[in-house]
């Protein structure tokens, strides 16, 4: 699959984690989208699209564990490249915050939300 085909499939459903009340929906996408994030070249498009980033901030209130969980996997893909990384610290001043609130929100028997909040916030604090 080419980088054009990833474009425009990330463009085609980037919003449907906030444009619909189906769950199922919601989840999948994000799932979508964090597989997308994988791409290196991606990565740049989601943090140019402050839309999306403003939706992926506000997806981090939801209280369905599986959306919340696969958002922060987005952010960790993209906060994997250093500019990439500086973009999201620039262009969305509130995904710190909600990072902390779910990390702050998780216990001990959802482990594997705090190792992957744990692991966004990591990412967010490296140099560049």
């Known amino acids: ?3 054009e085909i990833r474009i425009d499939i990330f463009n085609s459903i980037k919003l449907y984690i906030l444009a619909t009340q189906n ?3 919601q989840i999948e996408t994000v799932r ?3 597989n997308l994030s994988r791409h290196s070249a991606l990565c740049d498009e989601f943090v140019d699209d402050k839309t999306f980033l403003e939706a992926l901030t506000v997806v981090l ?6 959306l919340v969980y ?3 996997g987005i952010i960790i893909n993209v906060t994997l490249h250093p500019k990439s990384r500086m973009n999201i610290l620039e262009n969305t001043k509130g ?6 609130d779910v990390l ?4 001990i028997e959802d482990i594997d939300m705090s190792k992957v909040v744990s692991k966004a916030l990591h990412n967010l604090t490296q140099a560049k």
């Open 1 to 3: 699959m080419t980088n």
């Open 70 to 72: 696969y958002s922060v």
């Open 61 to 66: 209130d939801n209280t369905l564990r599986d």
């Open 23 to 25: 769950e199922e929906i």
């Open 104 to 107: 702050k929100d998780s216990n």
């Open 32 to 34: 979508v989208l964090s």
């Open 95 to 100: 995904v710190v915050p909600k990072l902390i």
